[in-house]
């Protein structure tokens, strides 16, 4: 993730929100929620407190983009089962409709 450290909260709230007035919430509220305990961290484990920051902003955008990324996965699969289901009922019911036509025919 070669984003410079400012415009991490920007991709992140991307994922989470598609509106830009929510975005604007969002971003910034992303920013201190990493700062906060990331310069917390950082205290307890003797490193500087800006790479702690971009680590912990860096986890979360690959924590939502695997969860946003499941869903649309999901999403997808349900369309493709629905989809073969659909197809498969319409080949049950050519299937029957000319299996009761040859019926007719062999009387």
């Keep these: ?15 989470l ?3 830009f007035a929510v975005l604007l919430l969002v971003a910034p509220a992303i920013s201190l929620s990493a700062s906060l305990p990331g310069v917390y ?4 484990l ?14 979360c955008f690959v924590v939502v983009l695997l969860a946003t990324q499941r869903k649309t996965v999901a999403t997808v699969l349900r369309w493709v089962a ?6 498969q009922r319409l080949i049950s019911k050519t299937m029957v ?6 019926r007719k025919k062999l009387r």
């Design 17 to 19: 929100t598609p509106r």
């Design 97 to 102: 409709g000319a299996g009761a036509l040859s």
């Design 82 to 87: 629905r989809r073969t289901t659909t197809k």
């Design 46 to 59: 003797d490193s500087a407190p800006a790479p702690t920051i971009v680590l912990l902003m860096s986890l």
């Design 1 to 15: 993730l070669a984003l410079p450290p400012l415009t991490r909260p920007r991709p992140l709230a991307c994922l």
């Design 41 to 44: 961290l950082s205290f307890f």
